[in-house]
Nanobody, 129 residues
Framework: QLQLVESGGGLVQPGGSLRLSCAAS????????IGWFRQAPGKEREGVSC???????????YYSDSVKGRFTISRDNAKKTVYLQMNSLKPEDTAVYYC???????????????????WGQGTQVTVSS
């Protein structure tokens, strides 16, 4: 079974940067779509970004409007790790960030939670001065 572990969260000032990592174990990552989601206190979980599998769609990406131009998702299949580089962070980016995965080839990734079969435990990101 695929297992996902997030890391890299923490406290950062507005305008700062963080890089989150999602490390996988149990299977190779090549055929898996990976998504990043976040949940702020009192709010529903929302999709942030996703990256398609490395087979067919060769890692195409998608970003929500709220993070487009500030966040970058990437994958290193050899290291079984997906990254979320977060720049120009804002207080409204404060949330628990989760990575999730589902197996899908030759398709663009989507940020619909129902598609995602495997989830990590989350890492806290706090943006505050």
């Amino acid at each position: 079974q695929l297992q996902l572990v997030e890391s890299g969260g923490g406290l950062v000032q507005p305008g700062g940067s963080l890089r989150l990592s999602c490390a996988a174990s149990g299977f190779t990552l090549d055929g898996y779509v990976i998504g990043w989601f976040r949940q702020a206190p009192g709010k529903e979980r929302e999709g942030v970004s996703c990256i398609s599998s490395s087979i067919g769609t060769i890692g195409s990406t998608y970003y929500s409007d709220s993070v487009k131009g500030r966040f970058t998702i990437s994958r290193d299949n050899a290291k079984k790790t997906v990254y979320l580089q977060m720049n120009s962070l804002k207080p409204e980016d404060t949330a628990v960030y989760y990575c999730a995965a589902y197996y899908r080839l030759f398709r663009q990734c989507v940020l619909s939670e129902a598609n995602y079969e495997y989830w990590g435990q989350g890492t806290q990101v706090t943006v505050s001065s």
